[in-house]
């Protein structure tokens, strides 16, 4: 997945967004909770956070 985002949002068809781990193609999830049913700007926000934490070589801020 080299040069590739691997969170990306996604449409889920009722108006609402999923953030999405490209590695598994499930909803990422935090807490037990999967982060899906967002508003389109917060599953912009959160995989931005999520892919740069990856780039930055950090610790991911999902648990």
């Known amino acids: 997945m080299d040069g590739e985002a ?4 996604r ?5 609402d ?3 999405i ?4 193609g499930l909803p990422a999830a935090t807490n037990g909770r999967d982060l ?5 700007e ?3 926000d959160i ?3 999520l892919n740069r934490s990856v780039t930055d070589g950090q610790r ?3 648990l």
């Open 42 to 44: 917060d599953a912009r």
């Open 11 to 15: 449409e889920q068809g009722d108006g």
């Open 36 to 40: 899906s049913g967002l508003a389109l």
């Open 6 to 9: 691997r969170y990306e949002y």
């Open 21 to 24: 781990d490209r590695l598994t």
């Open 17 to 19: 967004w999923a953030v």
């Open 60 to 62: 991911s801020p999902l």
């Open 47 to 49: 995989a931005d956070v």
